[in-house]
């Protein structure tokens, strides 16, 4: 198969648009592999598609190799389902919401648990059809409020996202592992360096969710990793060893003047303490209308999704002065000795420290030897402390190391959270009536095409791994000559009836601009045909990883490049498990 760059529907460009911040998303535009057409809204042109492609085909391939079935499940959801599993009335404005001509209710899907139990209730009644894995292909729409980066965080999108139907805890834990091993297969085929971290659950629900994190220094997530390999994870959900707890009796309450102190910085500096001997408050309105007064160490900060966890708070947004007031706290100066009408959430390391410094509730004053359980009690004790760089591993206790990551797939264990809500059941061998127990596993397919970039790139453009690659082989027809076009004409012909990809440059432009098109665009061969290598019945050939070339026969180019892809090829071949102990 080839294609003729005088004839690609796309064209390269010199420069990236303004609002291009990473890599990837300047790359693939000026590639000429999308384009925008709205906010985080892209075409896929043909340079593009095809990498999806490939990347949909290596999917497939695996999750076919694991049992699954490939369906389609429609992008628009009457809302009554999302009714049933109580997702409709508990996501905000991400979940684009929309009625028919018949003011009937309806969602733009950006995942299909849902449709999944209700197929389940109507197909489903025995144990015998169980376990069952099923998987598509489909447009995702989630009203994204911040969309960046190109295809890394767009608002529509496709994924596959696949799910286990299966009698029990037991059978979920099979195909949950049949998943996590088919990932690690995909992505190493992909030619991505990643890592299994844990994670939130989210909204999804359930038990027990795991992230497949590909290394770059502009993903969003921040993931905290044990050096000696025992432990990773997000750093929404990471834990880290504690400080031992302090023995010591309380000491008398004591008001002291502190001037011009709204910070815990501040507030140590002036009194010459530490600031893990101090109290931090942090204030928040919960989505519930709930007043939510956080306190930790000074030297800690609040990590937001174990306190939503903490409090069953679905949203949690900043607190406004009044609203901080209208408990009896004052903004700076804060704690919740004395406050009222407040859910108080105290961190471990609040119960594990006698005789803090927090504030008054009054400008310009802190309280020494403050002590949970004599000066205020707490609504809620729980870990909600945020881990960084140097805390200690929760397994081995050695300094974690800080990376930051793209989420590239997760995979969630469910259970009956959907099942039970719509009703999904199946028999028993005795006639018993049993929740399904279901598990979900999603992949961004354009993500992980953007995060290929993210990795596979140098100064001059993209560098595809072999297996997703648009082509295989750039091949430039370089100078004005009959001979040299005749000559790549058949060249590539010879490639293309070999099976070899070949994007074509055809076009009347200098060696220079081919050259460069080329290497942006970054398939991993490149072939020329020049004035001087037609003279030595040769084409120079050379890797996009390289800068150095080689002369081969023009009849022997075909099986030069076969070589060399299948080399390509064999490297990206899993050979062993990677990840993280769990």
Same mark, same amino acid.
């Given at each position: 198969?080839?294609?003729?760059?005088?004839?690609?529907?796309?064209?390269?460009?010199?420069?990236?648009?303004?609002?291009?911040?990473?890599?990837?998303?300047?790359?693939?535009?000026?590639?000429?592999?999308?384009?925008?057409? !709205?906010?985080?809204? %892209?075409?896929?042109?043909?340079?593009?598609?095809?990498?999806?492609?490939? &990347?949909?085909?290596?999917?497939?391939?695996?999750?076919?190799?694991?049992? !699954?079935?490939?369906?389609?499940?429609?992008?628009?959801?009457?809302?009554?389902? #999302?009714?049933? $599993?109580?997702?409709?009335?508990?996501?905000?404005?991400?979940?684009?919401?929309?009625?028919?001509?018949?003011?009937?209710?309806?969602?733009?899907?950006?995942?299909?648990?849902?449709?999944?139990?209700?197929?389940?209730?109507?197909?489903?009644?025995?144990?015998?059809?169980?376990?069952?894995?099923? %998987?598509?292909?489909?447009?995702?729409?989630?009203?994204?409020?911040?969309?960046?980066?190109?295809?890394?965080?767009?608002?529509?999108?496709?994924?596959?996202?696949?799910?286990?139907?299966?009698?029990?805890?037991?059978?979920?834990?099979?195909?949950?592992?049949?998943? #996590?091993? @088919?990932?690690?297969?995909?992505?190493?085929?992909?030619?991505?360096?990643?890592?299994?971290?844990?994670?939130?659950? !989210?909204?999804?629900?359930?038990?027990?969710?795991?992230?497949?994190?590909?290394?770059?220094?502009?993903?969003?997530?921040?993931?905290?990793?044990?050096?000696?390999?025992? %432990?990773?994870?997000?750093?929404?959900?990471?834990?880290? *060893?504690?400080?031992?707890?302090?023995?010591?009796?309380?000491?008398?309450?004591?008001?002291?003047?502190?001037?011009?102190?709204?910070?815990?910085? @501040?507030?140590?500096?002036?009194?010459?303490?530490?600031?893990?001997?101090?109290?931090?408050?942090?204030?928040?309105?919960?989505?519930?209308?709930?007043?939510?007064?956080?306190?930790?160490?000074?030297?800690?900060?609040?990590?937001?999704?174990?306190?939503?966890?903490?409090?069953?708070?679905?949203?949690?947004?900043?607190?406004?002065?009044?609203? *901080?007031?209208?408990?009896?706290?004052?903004?700076?100066?804060?704690?919740?000795?004395?406050?009222?009408?407040?859910?108080?959430?105290?961190?471990?390391?609040?119960?594990?420290?006698?005789?803090? &410094?927090?504030?008054?509730?009054?400008?310009?004053?802190?309280?020494?030897?403050?002590?949970?359980?004599?000066?205020?009690?707490?609504?809620?004790?729980?870990?909600?402390?945020?881990?960084?760089?140097?805390?200690?591993?929760?397994?081995?206790?050695?300094?974690?190391?800080?990376?930051?990551?793209?989420?590239?797939?997760?995979?969630?264990?469910?259970?009956?959270? %959907?099942?039970?809500?719509?009703?999904?059941?199946?028999?028993?061998?005795?006639?018993?009536?049993?929740?399904?127990?279901?598990?979900?596993?999603?992949?961004?397919?354009?993500?992980?095409?953007?995060?290929?970039?993210?990795?596979?790139?140098?100064?001059?453009?993209?560098?595809?791994?072999? $297996? *997703?690659?648009?082509?295989?082989?750039?091949?430039?027809?370089? !100078?004005?000559?009959?001979?040299?076009?005749?000559?790549?004409?058949?060249?590539?012909?010879?490639?293309?009836?070999?099976?070899?990809?070949?994007?074509?440059?055809?076009?009347?432009?200098?060696?220079?601009?081919?050259?460069?098109?080329?290497?942006?665009?970054?398939?991993?061969?490149?072939?020329?045909?020049?004035?001087?290598?037609?003279?030595?019945?040769?084409?120079?050939?050379?890797?996009?990883?390289?800068?150095?070339?080689?002369? &081969?026969?023009?009849?022997?180019?075909?099986?030069?490049?076969?070589?060399?892809?299948?080399?390509?090829?064999?490297?990206?071949?899993?050979?062993?498990?990677?990840?993280?102990?769990?």
């Amino acid at each position: 198969m080839f294609r003729r760059m005088s004839h690609l529907f796309g064209r390269t460009l010199r420069e990236a648009p303004a609002d291009a911040e990473l890599p990837s998303h300047q790359l693939m535009v000026r590639a000429g592999m999308v384009r925008p057409l !709205g906010a985080g809204i %892209y075409t896929l042109m043909p340079l593009g598609y095809r990498v999806t492609a490939k &990347v949909e085909q290596i999917v497939r391939e695996e999750m076919d190799a694991i049992g !699954g079935q490939e369906m389609l499940m429609p992008v628009v959801h009457p809302a009554d389902l #999302w009714r049933e $599993s109580g997702r409709f009335q508990a996501i905000g404005p991400e979940l684009v919401r929309l009625k028919d001509r018949g003011e009937r209710d309806l969602v733009l899907a950006f995942t299909h648990e849902e449709v999944v139990a209700d197929l389940a209730r109507s197909e489903i009644s025995s144990y015998r059809q169980l376990p069952m894995i099923v %998987y598509h292909f489909q447009t995702k729409f989630r009203d994204e409020p911040r969309s960046r980066g190109g295809l890394i965080r767009v608002r529509e999108f496709t994924m596959k996202d696949s799910y286990t139907l299966d009698a029990d805890e037991a059978g979920l834990e099979v195909g949950y592992r049949k998943h #996590w091993h @088919a990932y690690h297969r995909m992505f190493t085929r992909m030619g991505l360096r990643y890592i299994v971290v844990g994670a939130d659950v !989210g909204m999804m629900g359930g038990s027990l969710s795991e992230e497949f994190m590909a290394f770059s220094p502009h993903g969003e997530d921040v993931l905290l990793i044990c050096p000696n390999g025992d %432990y990773a994870a997000n750093r929404e959900v990471a834990t880290f *060893i504690r400080d031992e707890p302090l023995a010591a009796e309380p000491l008398p309450l004591e008001d002291v003047a502190t001037p011009q102190t709204p910070t815990i910085q @501040a507030l140590a500096d002036y009194l010459g303490i530490p600031t893990k001997q101090t109290a931090k408050a942090v204030f928040f309105k919960g989505g519930s209308g709930k007043f939510i007064f956080a306190v930790i160490r000074g030297d800690l900060d609040v990590n937001e999704t174990k306190l939503r966890q903490a409090t069953g708070e679905g949203d949690l947004l900043p607190a406004s002065a009044e609203e *901080i007031k209208a408990v009896g706290a004052e903004p700076g100066y804060g704690s919740p000795v004395g406050v009222h009408d407040a859910v108080i959430v105290v961190d471990e390391s609040i119960r594990d420290t006698p005789n803090l &410094v927090a504030g008054a509730n009054k400008p310009g004053y802190h309280l020494r030897n403050v002590n949970l359980g004599r000066d205020f009690e707490a609504d809620i004790v729980a870990d909600i402390a945020a881990a960084a760089e140097g805390y200690r591993c929760p397994v081995c206790g050695a300094p974690m190391q800080v990376e930051r990551g793209i989420e590239i797939g997760n995979i969630f264990k469910l259970g009956t959270r %959907y099942t039970e809500a719509l009703g999904s059941t199946y028999l028993d061998a005795e006639g018993q009536a049993h929740p399904i127990v279901m598990g979900s596993y999603g992949i961004g397919v354009g993500r992980a095409a953007a995060t290929a970039v993210e990795q596979c790139r140098d100064e001059r453009g993209i560098r595809w791994p072999v $297996s *997703i690659a648009p082509f295989h082989v750039s091949l430039l027809s370089l !100078g004005n000559d009959p001979a040299i076009t005749e000559a790549a004409d058949r060249l590539c012909e010879e490639l293309s009836a070999a099976g070899i990809e070949v994007l074509y440059d055809d076009r009347e432009d200098r060696a220079g601009v081919k050259f460069n098109d080329a290497d942006l665009i970054g398939n991993p061969i490149r072939l020329s045909v020049s004035k001087r290598t037609l003279a030595n019945n040769q084409a120079e050939l050379r890797l996009r990883t390289s800068d150095e070339s080689e002369f &081969v026969a023009l009849d022997g180019v075909v099986d030069r490049v076969q070589e060399l892809l299948a080399g390509m090829l064999a490297a990206l071949e899993p050979k062993a498990e990677v990840g993280v102990a769990r």
